[in-house]
C-alpha cells in the first residue's frame, strides 16, 4: 500500500513563528505536491515539486516556501506564520507523468 | 488553465437512494480521479479513470474523455457514504480540483 505520511495531524503555532510541515512517501515518486483547503475555496495548490531540489509555484505560494532535499521528504515552510494561514495543509503524491495520486492524512493547522 | 466543474454542489440523499455526481473538465487531461473526504478530512482515493468504466462495490465511475466528463455512480447509498467527493484531474504533472459534491445521506 502506498503510504504518504503528514508528520502532524494537529499543530497549533503563534503568529510570526517559522512553521515547518513534513510529508514523506514510501513509492518513490518523482512528484509531491502541497495543497491547501478552506471552507468555500476547495483545494488549492501552493506548490510541487517532480524531483529532487526542483519546485514550481502553485496558485497560491505567497508566504510559503518549500525543500525537498530527498525523493522522499517534501516539506511545507511558513516563513512568519500569520492567523490567516490558519488551514488544512494537505500533501500529495503521484508518478511523474500523471499517474494515481494519493494523499496524506491532512493537518490542520491553527495560527494564534 | 484547465477548469473542473462538479455538480450537484450539494445533494441529500435517503438512505437506500441511488445517486449519480458529474464532473466536466474544459481540456484534454493525462488523467481523472474520483476522490472521497471522510469526516476527519483525509482524502480517500475511489477511482483513478482517465477513461472508461470501473466498479468498486456500490460505486463505479464512467469517464468520456472525449467529451470531457466523468460520472460516479452511488447506488444502495449509506450514511457512511456522507461527505464531500471531489473529482480531481492530472494536466502537465498538476494535479486540480474540483469544487467538490456535498453528500448527506440520512437514514
Known amino acids: 500500500d502506498v503510504k504518504v505520511t503528514q508528520s502532524s495531524r494537529y499543530l497549533v503555532k503563534r503568529t510570526g513563528e517559522k512553521v515547518f510541515l513534513e510529508c514523506v512517501q514510501d513509492?518513490?515518486?518523482?512528484?509531491m505536491f502541497w495543497y491547501r483547503q478552506d471552507p468555500g475555496l476547495g483545494l488549492r495548490l501552493i506548490y510541487f515539486?517532480?524531483?529532487?531540489?526542483?519546485?514550481e509555484k502553485g496558485d497560491i505560494p505567497e508566504g510559503y516556501s518549500v525543500s525537498r532535499e530527498k525523493k522522499e521528504r517534501f516539506s511545507l515552510i511558513l516563513e512568519s506564520a500569520s492567523t490567516n494561514q490558519t488551514s488544512m495543509y494537505l500533501c500529495?503524491?503521484?508518478?511523474?507523468?500523471?499517474?494515481?495520486?494519493?494523499f496524506g492524512q491532512g493537518t490542520r493547522l491553527t495560527v494564534v | 488553465g484547465i477548469q473542473v466543474e462538479q455538480s450537484p454542489p450539494d445533494l441529500i440523499l435517503q438512505e437506500g437512494a441511488n445517486s449519480t455526481l458529474r464532473c466536466n473538465f474544459s481540456?484534454?487531461?493525462?488523467?481523472l480521479q474520483w476522490f472521497h473526504q471522510n469526516p476527519w478530512g483525509q482524502l480517500i482515493n475511489l477511482f483513478y479513470?482517465?477513461?472508461g468504466t470501473k466498479q468498486n462495490g456500490r460505486l463505479s465511475a464512467t469517464t468520456v474523455a472525449t467529451e470531457r466528463y466523468s460520472l460516479l455512480y452511488i447506488s444502495s447509498s449509506q450514511t457512511t457514504d456522507s461527505g464531500v467527493y471531489f473529482c480531481?484531474?492530472?494536466?502537465?504533472?498538476?494535479?486540480?480540483f474540483g469544487p467538490g459534491t456535498s453528500l448527506s445521506v440520512i437514514p
Open positions: 513509492m518513490d515518486h518523482e512528484n
Open positions: 500529495a503524491s503521484s508518478f511523474f507523468g500523471g499517474t494515481e495520486a494519493f
Open positions: 480531481a484531474v492530472f494536466s502537465y504533472d498538476k494535479v486540480i
Open positions: 479513470i482517465p477513461s
Open positions: 481540456d484534454s487531461v493525462n488523467n
Open positions: 515539486s517532480y524531483d529532487v531540489k526542483m519546485k
